[in-house]
């Protein structure tokens, strides 16, 4: 299973085994055990390079802090697997809706509708992610949306990222994000438009620099 952007629910007695890549001062903490203990959502992130020992008994996980004053810090532990409630798929973006910025509501619809018109999910990581799991609405006015499409074919990518692109131009630049391919593999979307012949292609693993014709040619 895909481990990247997937919701993690830990069990309530996973603090003291849950190991911070960071040190946490008394607010960070606290923060934390509240998080735990309410069963909010962490997220699945990739493997470090020199987390390789690791792999077998823990998982890689994410949080956001939100502290005071619009204070942000990106944390990263591991856990052992034994103390993971379960694993949730991604969440959608008609979940998070209620908790993005009005001004990024009509973007949202469309969006909608051009997912709904390839008959495939919309789904946010992200700070639109983070304002669903904290039920507040924590974007600012320079926040984009980080979209997760999961297609397995760059052949059904194309026609999805066409339509993306007809929106307006100034409403396309707050779009962000991934296609999801076979494997739990995935590509920056906006990557793949670019004049670059190379793209990193990332997985729950370390992400690797590759051609966009060999990548074509694999999915």
């Given at each position: 299973?895909?481990?990247?952007?997937?919701?993690?629910?830990?069990?309530?007695?996973?603090?003291?085994?849950?190991?911070?890549?960071?040190?946490?001062?008394?607010?960070?903490?606290?923060?934390?055990?509240?998080?735990?203990?309410?069963?909010r959502p962490f997220v699945g992130r990739a493997w470090r390079a020199d987390e390789k020992a690791l792999r077998n008994h823990f998982a890689p996980l994410g949080l956001m802090y939100f502290g005071p004053d619009g204070y942000k810090l990106r944390l990263a532990f591991y856990i052992p697997r034994d103390l993971?409630?379960?694993?949730?798929?991604?969440?959608?973006?008609?979940?998070?809706?209620?908790?993005?910025?009005?001004?990024?509501?009509?973007?949202?619809?469309?969006?909608?509708?051009?997912?709904?018109?390839?008959?495939?999910?919309?789904?946010?990581?992200?700070?639109?992610?983070?304002?669903?799991?904290?039920?507040?609405?924590?974007?600012?006015?320079?926040?984009?949306?980080?979209?997760?499409?999961?297609?397995?074919?760059?052949?059904?990518?194309?026609?999805?990222?066409?339509?993306?692109?007809?929106?307006?131009?100034?409403?396309?630049?707050?779009?962000?994000?991934?296609?999801?391919?076979?494997?739990?593999?995935?590509?920056?979307?906006?990557?793949?438009?670019?004049?670059?012949?190379?793209?990193?292609?990332?997985?729950?693993?370390?992400?690797?620099?590759?051609?966009?014709?060999?990548?074509?040619?694999?999915?």
């Amino acid at each position: 299973m895909t481990w990247r952007h997937r919701r993690v629910i830990l069990k309530k007695n996973a603090l003291d085994q849950l190991v911070s890549l960071q040190s946490l001062n008394q607010l960070e903490q606290s923060y934390l055990e509240n998080w735990i203990l309410s069963e909010r959502p962490f997220v699945g992130r990739a493997w470090r390079a020199d987390e390789k020992a690791l792999r077998n008994h823990f998982a890689p996980l994410g949080l956001m802090y939100f502290g005071p004053d619009g204070y942000k810090l990106r944390l990263a532990f591991y856990i052992p697997r034994d103390l993971i409630l379960r694993v949730d798929e991604p969440a959608l973006l008609s979940e998070a809706q209620p908790f993005i910025p009005n001004h990024l509501q009509s973007l949202c619809e469309q969006v909608l509708v051009i997912a709904k018109r390839h008959q495939i999910a919309v789904q946010v990581y992200g700070s639109a992610f983070w304002s669903l799991a904290q039920k507040k609405v924590l974007m600012s006015p320079e926040s984009d949306i980080d979209l997760l499409f999961k297609l397995g074919k760059l052949a059904q990518a194309q026609l999805l990222i066409a339509d993306l692109m007809k929106l307006d131009r100034l409403l396309f630049s707050k779009l962000d994000g991934e296609i999801e391919l076979d494997h739990g593999q995935s590509v920056a979307w906006k990557e793949w438009l670019s004049a670059s012949d190379y793209l990193l292609l990332k997985s729950d693993f370390e992400p690797l620099l590759i051609s966009k014709t060999d990548l074509w040619r694999a999915h």
